[in-house]
């Protein structure tokens, strides 16, 4: 199979970093705060890249949606062998409410404008955790999908994916074009290497608007508050398995 | 599914998700003091559009290089560390596959022919390895023992030594120093005697990081009679030739995971094209690449320095005494405040002489004023930080002990704190006159 492959590659805050909930609890504190592309889609990436240097497929094109900052993340993307980059380029409150719904139309409407042949995006975010957007932008394109890949391989117009699931392995085949979402089991990462971060720099990504692909960002869900988690307590210890029955009926567990 | 060392970096994603999940917004840290655990706090990046002499592709290298740390190198420090040497080679290799030994060396050979900001950035991002020995070997391999060899060395030379050295296939050392001349570089005994077209060597090198396992050493040594200034020259010497001798893998007080080799020279026989430029130059040559070397230690530390400050606050702000944490004690956060103001000072003045040097300035004062002050700031730092850490400071489990041990070599090697201040007062002409 030759052809395009769309690589969606997410910004998020650092995974290392002490998450704080804002004063006002309308969410996390962003500003200042180390930024990174999210781990899944790194692997994302990985596996496109690998593809083309298997000349099963012919260009790999990141994309991201977000502020300017997001660009960023697409030359990461460029550094580990993408061949270009689309930013889309949503800001402000639309920002603040963009989520797997708006993001799916969005590749959805990219790969039939760059007639792509496979679309590789990560599981989940590390944000939201959401888990959505590779089944939703499947489901708008009606096209097959190959969730939580562990393994991918190309076999003449289909595609054989093992994938990780509650009870142990599930191997599929699919057709294409189709939509699949990478676990962590999927392939390392490589380190974008220094002479291709320089050679990143030649590379073109190109700026759309939402607006241009005809996709409307008003958001259906509405944060009402954040929180951080509860502090967590000390623990009881008891004496025998009896009290430690009676303590959980009286706390209502059981 | 066996878990490769690529997922590793994703587990401690999972396990600092997962334990943050238990801890309060007061910011109890969840991992253990261990001396290779990794920090749960990250200093907020500078915005790539308003730093004073990086770009975007600064910033990706340093993440770049940050993986490979997090992914090849800091599992493994405390197991090299207590093995007193480190895998050069392997390491070596790695660096050098993603082009990080080669940064501002010529592209013919291997190199990237980036300014010397892209080094700082290399040595800045090496700051993150949580120990002082490795950087030390991976900076003497990309940046004291090349440059000379670089800049003046024959094209026969540079394919032989510096292209494998940038591909990270051979390991570089530095001969310069000798049991009897250290500060004083001039007065080094090693001679070179002149026999038809080759040299015979004998004499000794001291304090040579990556010694025992060096493939070639930068040398200088005394090749003509003559003024002390003028009779030198730097040589490539392969290490497996007859008559070096490795005498001992010096122990040291710190930099445990670099081996620090004392070399002996006896009727060692090397061709004289192996002579990097013209013969009489060597001295020059070596005081041309300080400059370098100097903003080099200064930028690797001050990375050091900031994780050694996070970490501190991090300790004293979960561990009690009379009844509230070490760090809402004035003494305590009104110190660490004193200590990161000096290295936001010391950041400035690196970042300043940087964007003049690769402007074409000569910045041997300012150099030598960071390499001076970058000594005596990790000094007071790992002191003071220490003693905010109490017992758990003093055990060999913790980050910051290994760096007041590490750090205490920054006065000494690479231009002693003194030969900094000679240097100082040249320029300000206050030396007494002859």
Known sequence: ?254 | MALHGGALRLNLLFNSRSLYKLTSLAGVRPLSEHASAKPATFKPSDTTADHLIYTQEHFALKESLRKLIDQEINPYVDKWEAERTFPAHKIFKILGNAGFLGVSKPVEFGGLGLDFSYSVAVAEELGNIRCGGIPMAIGVQSDMATPALARFGSDQLKKEFLLPSILGDKVACLGVSEVGAGSDVSSIMTKAVRKGDEYVINGGKMWTTNGTQADWMCLLANTSDGPPHKNKSLICLPMNLPGVHIARKIDKMGMWSSDTAEVFFDDVHVPCKNVIGQEGLGFTYQMLQFQEERLWAVANVLTTMDSIIQETIGYTRQRKIFKQPVLYHQTVHFRLAELQTEVELLRSLLYRATAMYIKGNDVTKLASMAKLKAGRLARELSDSCLQFWGGMGYTSDVLVSRFYRDSRLISIGAGADEVMLGIICKYMDTLPKK
């Open chain 1, 1 to 254: 199979m030759s052809g395009r492959v769309l690589v969606g590659v997410k910004r998020v805050i650092d995974y290392a970093v002490k998450i704080r909930v804002k004063p006002d609890h309308t969410g996390v504190v962003t500003d200042g705060v180390k930024h990174s592309m999210n781990p899944f889609c790194e692997i994302a990436v990985e596996e496109a890249v690998k593809l083309k240097e298997k000349k099963l497929i012919k260009e790999v094109v990141a994309v991201s949606c977000g502020p300017q900052q997001s660009q960023e993340t697409i030359r990461t993307a460029l550094a580990m062998g993408a061949d270009r980059g689309i930013h889309v380029e949503v800001s402000g409150k639309d920002y603040d409410s963009l989520g797997p719904l708006q993001v799916s139309k969005i590749l959805a409407a990219l790969a039939k404008k760059e007639e792509a042949q496979l679309i590789i995006l990560g599981k989940q975010a590390i944000d939201d955790d959401c888990n959505q957007t590779g089944q939703m932008t499947a489901a708008l394109l009606d096209w097959p999908q190959g969730t939580f890949a562990s393994e991918v391989s190309l076999e003449a117009e289909k595609i054989k994916v093992v994938r990780e699931i509650d009870g142990g392995l599930e191997t599929i085949k699919i057709n294409t074009p189709a939509v699949l979402t990478a676990d962590l089991r999927l392939n390392t990462p490589r380190y974008a290497t220094l002479p291709n971060i320089m050679k990143a720099k030649k590379k073109k990504i190109a700026n759309v608007k939402p607006a241009d692909l005809g996709v409307d960002l008003t958001s259906r869900l509405e944060v009402l508050r954040v929180d951080e988690p509860p502090q967590r307590e000390a623990g009881v210890k008891v004496e025998t398995v009896e009290d430690l029955v009676a303590k959980l009926k009286d706390t209502g567990k059981i």
